[in-house]
């Protein structure tokens, strides 16, 4: 039996194109090792979401603050303009949300959409909750 995979060092593939067209951020890294992760699943439990509006806007990197929702840029993000839209209530998912907070979440989410397609050339979009099943 012959092995035909080659072993890839993350380290060499720096700037490399690949089929995947996967992103490089390093940087996310000092989250990843713990960096600001919430202990649990409850507010208390130091979630970031629910500490997020109680700093100010530039502290948090909050971009917009709205009645039920607010917009936030991601300090450890995938990729340029990574922006958040949550409710200031701490929900498990977007199940959970109220009528209120989806209706003020998919407004603002065509806001930063508009946005981001008149600031970036690229946009990489995906509509993502934190619901673990
Ligand atoms: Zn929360």
Known sequence: MTEDYRLEFAEELV?????????????????ISGENKPRGNRPEDGCPFCRAPQRSD?????VHRGEHCYVIMNL?????GHMLVCPYRHVAGYVDATQDEV?????????????????VSYIHLTLPTNREV
Not at 76 to 80: A, K, M, N, R
Not at 103 to 119: G, N, P, S, Y
Request: without cysteine; negative net charge; aromatic residues 16%.
């Open 103 to 119: 209706v003020e979440m998919a407004e603002l989410t065509q806001d930063a959409i508009r946005t981001l397609q008149e600031a």
């Open 15 to 31: 700037g490399v194109p690949d089929p995947f067209r996967r992103f490089w951020t390093p940087y996310r890294m000092a989250y």
């Open 76 to 80: 450890y993000p995938y990729g340029p």
């Open 58 to 62: 530039e502290d948090a990197l909050i």
